[in-house]
C-alpha cells in the first residue's frame, strides 16, 4: 500500500514569510509524528498526535512553529515568520498505534525546506 | 528527558569485514531500541528493532544487543557490503522516541 507522503518536498522561501508542510499518514495509522533533521545531524523530535488526544507539544522550538491534523489524518506543520536557522529537512512518520504500543514508526520522504 | 548517544559518528570498513555501532542511553525507564538506516537523500527505514525483555535479536547479517544493566546497545553487522553505506540512527523511547546523531558508515569494496 502506499507509504507515508509530504509535500511539498522541496520549499526554499524567504525570511520572515510563513511556510505550511504537509505530511499524508499511512492509512489507519493512529499516531503521527513530526521531526527535523538538520545537516549532518539527528532527527528532533517536534510533535505527537495520537487519535483525538491533546498533542504532545513538548519538541516545538519555538511558538513560532504549530501543527494541526484534521479528521485524524492529514497534518500541517505551521512555521510563522521564518528564520534561516529553520532551514532542514522537515520529516513526518506515522504508526499504526500509540507509543505504549512500541510500534514501529515509518518515514515520509520529507520536505527540504531552505529559509534565504 | 531521554539523552541517546552514538558512537562513532562516522566508520570505514572494507568489504567483507564486521561493523559495530553502540548508543547508551539515561533513562531507564526505556524499553524499546528501533535502529534505522537512512541512505543519502532518502528516508529513514527501520532495520532492526529491541525490546527491554531481550537481550540479542537477529536478522541475516544484523543483530542488535542490549544491556539493560548499563544502559546501552550495540548494531552489529556482519560480512558488511558496499549496499551497507549509509547514516545508521539508534533511538531510545520510553514515551517519545529519541535519536542518536547518527554513524556514517562506509563500506568499501
Known amino acids: 500500500g502506499a507509504g507515508v507522503s509530504q509535500s511539498p518536498s522541496n520549499k526554499v522561501t524567504e525570511k520572515g514569510k510563513d511556510v505550511e508542510l504537509r505530511c499524508d499518514p499511512i492509512?489507519?495509522?493512529?499516531?503521527l509524528y513530526w521531526y527535523r533533521q538538520s545537516l549532518g545531524q539527528g532527527l528532533e523530535f517536534l510533535i505527537y498526535?495520537?487519535?483525538?488526544?491533546?498533542?504532545?507539544k513538548s519538541g516545538l522550538p519555538s511558538d513560532r512553529f504549530s501543527a494541526e491534523r484534521t479528521g485524524g489524518s492529514v497534518s500541517t506543520l505551521t512555521i510563522q515568520r521564518t528564520q534561516q536557522e529553520d532551514s532542514a529537512v522537515y520529516l513526518c512518520?506515522?504508526?499504526?498505534?500509540?507509543?505504549?504500543?512500541?510500534?514501529?514508526?515509518?518515514f515520509g520522504p520529507g520536505t527540504r525546506l531552505l529559509v534565504l | 528527558g531521554e539523552n541517546v548517544e552514538q558512537h562513532p559518528s562516522t566508520l570505514s570498513v572494507q568489504e567483507g569485514d564486521s561493523a559495530v555501532i553502540k548508543c547508551t542511553y539515561s533513562?531507564?525507564?526505556?524499553?524499546?531500541f528501533p535502529w534505522y538506516k537512512q541512505e543519502l537523500g532518502k528516508r529513514p527505514q527501520l532495520i532492526i528493532d529491541?525490546?527491554?525483555?531481550?537481550g540479542e535479536k537477529k536478522d541475516q547479517r544484523i543483530a542488535v544487543t542490549l544491556n539493560k544493566t548499563a544502559k546501552h546497545f550495540s548494531l552489529h553487522i556482519t560480512e558488511t557490503q558496499p549496499e551497507d553505506s549509509a547514516v545508521y540512527f539508534c533511538?531510545?523511547?520510553?514515551?517519545?522516541?529519541?535519536f542518536g546523531k547518527g554513524t556514517m558508515l562506509l563500506v568499501s569494496p
Open positions: 529491541i525490546r527491554s525483555n531481550v
Open positions: 512518520a506515522s504508526s499504526l498505534g500509540s507509543r505504549t504500543d512500541q510500534e514501529t514508526q515509518y
Open positions: 533511538a531510545a523511547t520510553y514515551s517519545t522516541l529519541t
Open positions: 533513562d531507564s525507564a526505556s524499553n524499546y
Open positions: 492509512s489507519g495509522h493512529t499516531a
Open positions: 498526535f495520537q487519535g483525538n488526544s491533546a498533542p504532545d
